[in-house]
């Protein structure tokens, strides 16, 4: 099979869209003339032009309440933030309109809108700069929420996305955006991975490893030493989409092999893993043989220090140590 | 009393009587649903949360989406009730909506705060001052993407002025060229924080447009008139040129910020309020014009105005009698694909307990 980085995959499946529905706009800071703060777009302005394509000042909430305001009327945004930690500026949008209008006008209303862009630590950014809030958009009903491992998930969850008449935000790392990966070609069909569909990465017998994004990569990586060094049969479930969430993957991982660590990018307080291990304690408690795990990010603000910030994330030695203590 | 050219401007001179005596209408028929709205508000049990009254401030609303044609949109902040009315929403789903029934516009969901009826252009309604600033772009930037000649009306208090998402969306409003235009209804006061003391201006407020190269004027609110005929070149502009314009119409609220407002009479003077009610009450003012115009008589003033309190009474008992929204109902209208029940919301989990 052809392969594709994890950017040109997010590219491709944004050329694919744009060219299904001429309603989809690609808009975003430096996503037209420069090509893309990171290149995902690099190339989409030359084939689409000015209306399809649209590059906007700096200025969140203005132009992703925009890109709402337009998906009301039937325009569908896909709205690049360059890094999802600048959500923060743009809140209120993605938030109380992008969220709520749905509900607010019982169901009159409709916001079909992709926000997208890379949320992860570990490029030595700094606090401002590393926020990964797939966790905290996850916990507000009305937002879907992905983040894809893997070029071949990149592209078909985006290209999901940008059907789905919901509010999607779509967490990607800028250090996966290299990273090589089979995906099918074109030629063979229309290539989309539904949201809510969790994958195993890796079968395995003696502990499940849930994770998304990027850990997902580490659990990998850990699951080949722990296999190699320990003997340890590790299972790599990646979730992929957050909500909706594949609760029945996960509760199907832990039935076989009853020992569960979660990698999850994300501060240990509340966010994604602490909500899977809720899900696994009340659906699966009696198939536990021992507490659920995690491997989070170490509580503290993204240090900046490139002696160091990697070991404040979750990677895979910190995996194969955990695993460990437990098997 | 502002000029009388204004009802000479071609705008104003192609209303026919009839048409006159629906704006007028419908000015009164928001303020007696108000006044109603207010007296049950005040009844234990029938409402809950917020009431922000528009009463005194209805010539802007009804003025201005008089104008408006089959392209053209609205949007507002959460003092919303006049412009659900005056886009044609009943008064049936807009107070069983303030009720929390089923039979609401927002089936319950929404409240006062929260009126919508995008069949009808009115896409709310929306409860964080200025959140609907870049929304209303949005709509604007929607019609020009789907060449459709059509402008956005997007509304806003004087004490949204100061908001971020306002300033970045007349930023992207000018540097765009997107037909939005805004209407900063100033009544003087920013909950309790009169304008002087909330915000720096040059001027006025909406002379801030010169800071992004876009077109403003202002606007005497008491007179129907002069709403429409400056309003009418804003929309025009935007419809031909798709420019944005800022119209800042001064106006005045007779009751509080909302009605949980304790202090309205504290920071502001009686003789203020009483002065306002007198000289430049907008259905007032429009009354006297209607009648020296030979439009209007007492006969029809008085049956227009019984029709009006009879109407929002009735809509009182609709209210009431609606049933109230099932603990079912709460889980519906957040997802447009589990509402619709596709392939894609079999998929996964939508919903945790």
Known sequence: MRTLTYREALREAMDEELARDENVVIMGEEVAQYNGAYKVTEGLWAKWGDKRIVDTPISEAGFIGMGIGASMLGVRPVMELMFWSFHSVAFDQLVNNAACVRYMSGGLCSCPIVVRGPANGGTNVGATHSHIPEGMFAAFPGLKVCA???????????????????????????????????????????????????DIKREGKDISIIAHGRSVIHALAAAETLQAEHGISAEVLDLRSIRPLDVDAILATVAKTHRVLLVDESKPFGGVSAMVSHLIQEHAFDELDGPIKRVCTIDAPAIYSPHIENEQLPNPKRIVEKVLTMV | MSDLNFAASPINQSLTIERKIELYTQMVRIRRFEQVALANYQKPGRMGGFLHLYIGQESVAVGTLSLAGEHDHNITAYRCHAHALASGMSMNECMAEMFGKQTGCSKGKGGSMHFFAPDKNFWGGHGIVAGQTPLGLGLAYGLKYLGREGCCLTYLGDGAVNQGSFHESLNLAALFEIPVVYIIENNGYSMGTSQKRSSSYTGCLAQRAEGYAIEWDVVDGSDIYEVRAKTHIAMERARKEHKPTILEIDTYRYYGHSVADANFKKYRTPEEIENYKKNHDPIHVFRSRLVAEGVLNDELIESINKSAKEEADASVVFAEESPAPTIADISTDVYWETDNQTEASKIGHHFFA
Request: hydrophobic fraction near 40%.
């Open chain 1, 148 to 198: 894809p491992a893997t070029p071949a998930d990149a592209k078909g969850l985006l290209k999901a996305a940008i059907r789905d008449n919901d509010p999607v935000y779509f967490m990607e790392n800028t250090l996966l955006y290299g990273n090589v990966g089979e995906v099918p070609d074109p030629a063979d069909g229309d290539f989309v991975i539904p949201l809510g569909k969790a």
